[in-house]
């Protein structure tokens, strides 16, 4: 997949009111492959709306979103799985991890089944954004700040053309947000991959090519 398309995309609950000062809604907006974009909102402009609209799970907008051109309105379950298994990954303000299972067992269970990370990566990673000690903890007995860098690790465990990150460090201080960084710099890089990243206000510092207001 080498772009995504939003066209005069607005979500439901705006209603039919004027967006002016917004560059995403209401708007004609490309996001290419191998871009990494910021996209900057204050609470309830719709950033979570946004991710979910472009991962597929909702649909409650107007306009058109297309990918590589194609309507995504149009596409049926076998497309979305293809595109969510080798194209698109996510990572979830809410993160939804199994609290259950340790923190390796739930970068474990995607990992079986895209194949994609060597477990040596996976405990490399742990160690990169400090939490190597938590390997074996419950998810839901970490901080939330140590879930978001578990979930990260997750979104990684896949192929992906693009990855959408929806406030991955709102709850990480400047070091393990400047780790988590650097890891996300280096997986797009190496994949060519576009990178979409909201933000309330807090962002990983990485080199973004737009910076666009919601």
């Known amino acids: 997949m080498e772009s995504i398309e939003l066209r005069q995309v607005t979500p439901d609950a705006f209603g039919g009111r004027e967006l002016s000062g917004s560059e995403v809604w209401q708007t004609e907006r490309t996001f290419g492959r191998g871009e990494v974009c910021l996209v900057e909102a204050v609470s309830g402009a719709g950033k979570s709306s946004l991710c979910g609209y472009l991962y597929g799970y909702r649909k409650d907008y107007r306009g058109t979103i297309a990918f590589d051109g194609k309507d995504i309105r149009k596409w049926g379950r076998g497309e979305w799985r293809e595109c969510r298994n080798n194209r698109l990954s ?65 979104a990684l465990c896949q192929p992906f053309d693009f990855i959408l990150l929806d406030e991955p460090v709102s709850h990480l201080d400047a070091a393990n947000s400047r780790v988590v960084g650097e890891l996300l710099s280096e997986e797009v890089r190496q994949r060519g991959a576009g990178l979409i990243l909201t933000s309330i206000g807090l962002h990983p510092l990485l080199k973004y090519d737009k910076t666009l207001r919601l």
């Open 90 to 154: 996510m990572l979830f303000q809410d993160l939804r991890l199994f609290p259950e299972l340790t923190a390796s067992e739930n970068i474990k269970l995607k990992n079986r089944l895209t194949h994609y990370k060597s477990k040596e990566w996976i405990r490399t990673a742990f160690e990169r954004v400090g939490i190597a000690d938590k390997w074996e903890s419950p998810a839901g007995k970490l901080s939330f700040g140590q879930q978001q860098r578990v979930a990260l690790i997750r």
